[in-house]
């Protein structure tokens, strides 16, 4: 009986010694933020979609992480977010104490053929999108271009932010494929910057501009979002992504001037990156409990009634993908036909 007793205690004793490192990696999981800053690194100048995104995020994402650590926000412009997204794959911390936002673009510039894309978009952590998106294609009012079929005839100078870029890509590719007459003038450090140089008359549109950006940041552009007047400063000339957004269905999308399987098959490629349509990531190598985290983080921030309202009073649209719905975007975009690919990847 006495050996018994004490083979049992042995063995209990045994199991709470073996158990005591899991609850201590669990403790020090649960408090790795706690007392620290995460900084969130917005792509962009300010003033812009992604940055007003991320600076509403900022302000409520750090109450879902455990620990409650304290979220600043720091602009890095350049290359139409290119320049951040080689900066979080090859140099930011990989403790997690960097997140990112970045161009929905970005995941597949190395698969289109960007030599200055030095990252492998399959090994950055992908933690979420507040919404997926639809993107305008828009002339400035004095610019002589009133609907997409003048676009045959008639060019049109539009802005880009760089490489990739929505701004850049979706002009090029297609006027490659409809023989649009679309000049795209790159290099602007975001998109506030491109509707300014619409204003100045440098350029006479935009084609890749976020709906959920104009309608926020720009209402008074739109008589259809303006009660105070019946005059547009710019012309809707067609809406850009899978379907229609439902707050624009006169505007005719793109998708539906498609006359061959290819085209469609470039067009569903082009825009596969709207469903991401704001991502955020984490860099390669992040230890797997805090990428589970924030993603756990940014999934319970979408749903946050003070989170909601603030987007709300900025007209910002909140329709969240789970970052690993956005991994299988990615993967299956690196699958698409060799040929498909080229279209895109020859426009660039």
Not at 101 to 116: D, H, K, S, V, Y
Not at 129 to 157: R, Y
Not at 252 to 268: C, D, Y
């Amino acid at each position: 009986m006495k050996r018994f007793v004490s083979r049992t205690l042995t063995a209990f004793g045994l199991a709470m010694m073996a158990s005591i490192p899991m609850v201590q990696a669990q403790d020090s999981a649960d408090t790795f933020y706690e007392g620290k800053t995460l900084t969130l690194l917005i792509g962009y100048s300010a003033g812009g979609g992604y940055d007003t995104y991320a600076r509403t995020l900022s302000r409520h994402l750090g109450k879902h992480i455990p620990g409650n650590p304290n979220v600043v926000v720091k602009n890095v412009p350049g290359a139409g977010s290119l320049v951040l997204t080689n900066q979080v794959a090859n140099t930011a911390k990989r403790d997690g104490l960097e997140i990112a936002t970045i161009g929905r673009g970005m995941a597949f510039e190395p698969l289109f053929g960007n030599q200055q894309a030095q990252f492998k978009p399959g090994e950055m952590n992908w933690l979420g999108s507040l919404n997926n998106e639809t993107s305008i294609c828009v002339s400035w009012h004095e610019s002589g271009i009133e609907q997409w079929q003048d676009l045959k005839e008639q060019s049109m100078t539009v802005g880009g932010t760089g490489s990739g870029a929505d701004t850049d890509l979706f002009p090029r590719v297609l006027s490659d494929i409809f023989g649009f007459k679309l000049n795209v003038i790159s290099g602007y450090p975001g998109g506030n910057d491109i509707l300014l140089a619409m204003e100045r008359g440098e350029v006479q549109g935009r084609c890749g501009w976020s709906w959920s950006s104009a309608k926020s940041r720009r209402a008074d552009w739109f008589a259809e979002l303006n009660d105070d007047t019946d005059e547009s400063k710019v012309n809707l000339l067609f809406q850009m992504s899978l379907k229609k957004h439902s707050e624009l269905p006169d505007v005719p999308l793109v998708t539906e001037f498609a006359e061959t399987k290819k085209q469609r098959q470039i067009l569903n490629l082009m825009f596969a990156r709207q469903v991401m349509g704001r991502p955020y990531v984490a860099p390669p190598g992040v230890p797997a409990d805090r990428v589970a985290m924030l993603r756990d983080a940014m999934a319970k921030t979408a749903e946050d009634p003070e989170f909601l309202k603030d987007a709300s009073n900025q007209d910002l649209g909140i329709n969240f993908v789970a970052g690993e719905e956005i991994q299988t975007i990615v993967q299956e975009a690196y699958e698409s036909p060799d040929d498909v690919i080229a279209a895109i990847k020859n426009a660039n």
